[in-house]
Each structure stands twice: as structure tokens, then as C-alpha cells.
């Protein structure tokens, strides 16, 4: 059968009469295996070496397009499609048609295979929400497999960064905590090399890649950069000459009496302090929920003071709604508000704002979660003190004066047409006083509290 619209190749035998003269001569008859050279105007005549080689190439190609159409084809039907095909088997009772021919060659069956072989369906792509390149800075927490992460992270460490990832440990001091509890395991689980020692070989080998799993996870938070500082300095300190088992028990150990002190001692003077300042027949307005926070209160109601609560809730993660409950079963009479719809109103009714601190700049720039710095604002412009609950080891010396040089996108609310950011920056003329475990103090009093903790 003719194939319609295509040009076929001369076969040996049409090439030869296409060479032959007038009287019947042939001039150069072609070899076998070997396609004549066509006499078209404006074309160089090729030689017989050149006639050779370019058959050489074509079955060449020929063989590697048989090789893609046989892995195209794969499962696919061999025999005759159609009705044509099938009337030529019932003709010729058996299972095999003609075989076509292309350029002079037969084609194989793996090549009509491919031709009507049905191309699998495209993946779709998922595409996520871009970031516009002016907050490109600003990082997100992510899900990393852990089939991704490092060979030498530990399944401890690969836990802690899926619960970071997914928001279970959200707030700084908490994930500070978890951090610090799984380096203790990291440290139990390492072994130094032969030839090495642990205080040369531990952080860069194997500290490092844990540290770099977390980040990866979700950015690290200002407590946890400065604790792993401290990490590494006490790891620096340790002789090279002390055996693996005593230096672990000294990092251990120091371990914790950092948490001990830092954490827990720190929470437990700031939650007091926070108390004493509450009076008799105050009204405290808080946003959202921390621990701090939730401590203070829980305190002064059991020294017998006898106070209010207006509770703002962040509307977005409505986190609130357990602290309420908390504080209400405790007996402290609670007002919840789902969002901060009327926020001056409620700040007309309170005599003092509660915020607690995700971190300290060192500007007196106060970072805590999104909607706090609305509320202090507010509040200043009411005349109400707000006063910011902080452990010193949330302290920094980096300087913020807005919220887009530090923050982090929140990955549940990231969108084409827009983008939620988990935190914000209050400035120090909207803090009345902050409070730590070394006592109250302005807000512009954070550069000489850290040159006081790098002398202890």
C-alpha cells in the first residue's frame, strides 16, 4: 500500500536505471547495502566511501531507534490494530500482516509498536506559592524526609525536627529544651574515630549535621543560636587528653545546669516577679497564650490576689481558648475575646497588658508573636503599661526596628496572593519594662544585660 504525502527512497534497482545512460550504461553502480547518490542540481556527487559511511550511519540510527521504540512499547500490543488489520488476518488466517517498509527497510515490530502506543499521562507538578523576591529573605519551616537528612543525624534528632516542622513544639523556650534533652542522646551516641579526639572531631563531624537537620526543618530560633553557642564553646574547652566517657559526663552535666538555670530557675523568678507587680482588683489583658504568661497569672491567684483577666486571641490559631479555660478553672474570672475586633474597648477595661517575648534585640525591640505589637501600641496610646515577660537567654545583639528584617512565614497561610508572617517587632518606646530572672528593666537595658551575662 502507498503511503499518501511521503517521498520513498529509491531502491537499488530503481537508482540503477536512474544512473544508466542513453545507450544503457551505468555509471557507478551502487554497492549493496548502499543508497545511490541523486543527481539533483546544486548537490555534490558522493564518492563510494562517503556512500559507504553514510549507510553505516544510517544503521546506526535505525538500531537505536528500534532500542527506544522496544522501551516505549513495553506491554504494549504487537499484532495488527484496526479494522484493516483485522480483515487482513481473517484473509490470511494467520496472526501476521505485511510488513510495511520505510526508506527501503523493513520496519520492525517494536517500531509500529511505538507508533501507536499510547503515551502515559504527563505528573502534574505541585506547584507552590512563590515568595516575591523582596521577602525572599525571609524563611518558612518545611517537612524534610527523613530519608533526606544526613546519614550521621540520629532518629532523635530526625523526631524533634518533624515535631519542630508541624508546629508540636512551637514557642522558643520549649524548642530550646527539646533541642538541648537530644544533644544530651547525640553526645550518649557518639564514639570518636581512631586517630581523633572528641573535642576536635564531635562538632564538625557529627553536632553539625543535627544542627543543620533543625535549621532545615524550621529556622532557628534566637535561644537555640545562643545555646548552641555556648555548646560549642564548652565542647572547645575540653581536653583533648580526657577519655570519650569523662567528656561526655561533663557535657551532660553542663548540659543540665544550663536548663536548670536558664530555663527553669529563669521561669520560675520571671512567673514570680510577673506576680508581685499585680495588684488588687486589676484588670491584666494578654494575647494568645505562653507559658510565662499563664505562670505569672496562675501565681499571683495563689499569693490570693484578686484580679481579671481580658484574654485576646490570636484569630488565626485560636491558641487561646485552653489558656481561658486553664485560668478559668483555677477561679480567675476571664473574658474571651476570638479576635481583636474590639480591642480598644477591652484595653479601656484593663489596667495592665501581659505580652511575653519571643526574643530581646538589642535596640529594645521586643519579637514576640504576630498582633502583639497592635496591642502595645494601643495600649501606650491608652496610658496602660505593657510589660514584657523575657529569659535572658532570648536575648540578642542583633537590632530590628521593623518586622520584615527577622521573621518567619507561616507555611499553613502561604498563598499566591499573599503570605501570613508568625511574628512581629514591637519597638522599645511602646515596652513600659521587661522582665527577666535578673530583674525589671527598661527595654534599652538589653546591651548591658548581655555584657553582664558574658561575664558570668
Not at 544512473?19 to 554497492?31: E, L, R
Not at 547495502?33 to 546544486?42: E, H, I, L, R, S
Not at 486553664?326 to 474571651?336: E, M, N, Q, R, S
Request: overall charge neutral; proline content about 5%.
Amino acid at each position: 500500500m502507498a503511503t499518501e504525502g511521503a517521498q520513498v527512497a529509491p531502491t537499488g534497482d530503481a537508482a540503477a536505471k536512474k544512473d544508466q545512460n542513453p545507450q544503457g550504461q551505468t555509471k557507478n553502480p551502487p554497492q549493496k547495502g548502499q543508497a545511490a547518490a541523486t543527481d539533483a542540481p546544486g548537490e555534490k556527487k558522493l564518492s563510494n566511501a562517503e556512500l559507504k559511511k553514510k549507510a553505516k550511519e544510517e544503521k546506526a540510527a535505525r538500531r537505536a531507534q528500534a532500542k527506544l521504540a522496544q522501551g516505549a512499547a513495553a506491554g504494549a500490543t504487537t499484532g495488527p490494530v484496526g479494522p484493516q488489520g483485522a480483515a487482513a488476518d481473517a484473509k490470511s488466517g494467520k496472526g501476521k500482516a505485511n510488513v510495511p517498509k520505510q526508506g527501503g527497510h523493513p520496519v520492525s515490530s517494536h517500531q509500529r509498536s511505538a507508533s501507536r502506543a499510547v503515551p502515559a499521562p504527563a505528573v502534574k507538578e505541585v506547584v507552590k506559592p512563590k515568595i516575591p523576591e523582596c521577602f525572599s529573605h525571609l524563611s518558612m519551616a518545611r517537612r524534610i524526609a527523613m530519608t533526606q537528612a544526613d546519614k550521621d543525624v540520629t532518629p532523635t534528632v530526625l523526631a524533634l525536627g518533624q515535631q519542630m516542622s508541624t508546629f508540636e513544639i512551637s514557642d522558643s523556650i520549649t524548642r530550646l529544651e527539646a533541642t538541648l534533652l537530644a544533644f544530651k542522646k547525640v553526645i550518649d551516641a557518639y564514639t570518636t574515630p581512631h586517630g581523633n579526639t572528641f573535642s576536635r572531631h564531635f562538632t564538625s563531624h557529627f553536632l553539625n549535621p543535627q544542627i543543620e537537620y533543625l535549621t532545615a526543618c524550621r529556622p532557628m530560633c534566637f535561644s537555640m543560636g545562643n545555646a548552641i553557642r555556648w555548646l560549642k564553646l564548652q565542647i572547645s574547652k575540653i581536653d583533648i587528653d580526657l577519655p570519650d566517657s569523662d567528656a561526655k559526663k561533663v557535657l551532660c552535666e553542663a548540659i543540665d545546669n544550663f536548663i536548670h538555670e536558664r530555663i527553669t530557675l529563669a521561669d520560675f523568678v520571671i512567673a514570680k516577679t510577673a506576680a508581685d507587680m499585680i495588684e488588687d482588683d486589676e484588670v491584666i489583658l494578654t494575647y494568645a497564650h505562653h507559658k510565662l504568661v499563664e505562670r505569672s497569672l496562675l501565681q499571683a491567684k495563689s499569693d490570693g490576689k484578686r484580679f481579671k483577666v481580658i484574654l485576646v486571641d490570636d484569630p488565626f490559631d485560636r491558641v487561646g481558648l485552653e489558656h481561658a479555660k486553664k485560668l478559668a478553672a483555677a477561679g480567675i474570672p476571664v473574658t474571651y475575646a476570638s479576635d481583636m475586633g474590639a480591642l480598644r474597648s477591652n484595653l479601656q477595661e484593663s489596667t495592665m497588658v501581659f505580652a511575653a517575648a519571643e526574643a530581646m534585640f538589642s535596640n529594645g525591640s521586643m519579637y514576640a508573636r504576630a498582633g502583639t505589637c497592635d496591642i502595645a501600641t494601643v495600649a501606650t496610646d491608652l496610658g496602660l503599661r505593657v510589660v514584657a515577660l523575657c529569659e535572658t537567654i532570648n536575648f540578642t545583639e542583633r537590632v530590628s526596628i521593623d518586622s520584615l528584617t527577622y521573621n518567619e512565614i507561616d507555611p499553613e497561610r502561604n498563598t499566591d496572593e499573599g503570605f501570613r508572617l508568625l511574628f512581629d517587632t514591637t519597638r522599645d518606646k511602646f515596652i513600659s519594662v521587661v522582665v527577666t530572672e535578673l530583674g525589671n528593666s527598661s527595654a534599652m537595658s538589653v546591651p548591658a544585660i548581655l555584657r553582664k551575662l558574658e561575664e558570668l
